[in-house]
């Protein structure tokens, strides 16, 4: 197929379509920590791989760097790559301050004692309980003045 539209009546020309995505049920996942990039003057080689532990000369565990995927694009795809990147880390970003200033501007609560739960249908039909009155504040004694 030659990416043109074999349906086109005649005498027109044919338009170019869109590729059909395949995207297979089985592709196997692979988790990267970190990435290493080489280039060439037209092609981008992005290493995939994750940090592991191993063993040096003298038998301690250190960490080590295991590249296990590559990926080859062009430098216009990279430059795609680069910028839809920047535009999902941007919404997430975005996303997730909106979440805390939510979260920010909703009033805090605090603790109360809760009603006690009336329980009889003579209890439920007198309604809420009147709250007991609250005493006046006591006013701070006046303060002694000097006499001259």
């Not at 080489?38 to 063993?55: E, H, M, N, W």
């Not at 960490?63 to 430059?79: F, I, K, N, S």
């Amino acid at each position: 197929m030659n990416g043109r539209d074999a349906s086109a009546p005649p005498g027109q020309e044919a338009r170019p379509t869109q590729p059909v995505r395949i995207v297979p049920e089985n592709i196997p996942m692979y988790y990267s920590n970190t990435v290493m990039v080489a280039t060439t003057p037209v092609d981008i080689c992005l290493y995939f791989g994750r940090y592991s532990q191993t063993k040096n000369e003298n038998q301690e565990s250190v960490p080590a760097e295991l590249y296990e995927r590559q990926v080859y694009m062009t430098m216009d795809q990279a430059r795609r790559l680069a910028q839809m990147l920047n535009q999902t880390i941007q919404a997430v970003d975005s996303s997730k301050a909106q979440q805390e200033a939510k979260q920010a501007a909703r009033p805090t609560t605090t603790a109360t004692h809760p009603e006690p739960v009336r329980t009889s249908p003579q209890q439920a039909a007198q309604g809420p309980r009147p709250k007991p009155a609250t005493k006046p504040p006591v006013a701070p004694p006046p303060k002694p003045t000097k006499l001259s």
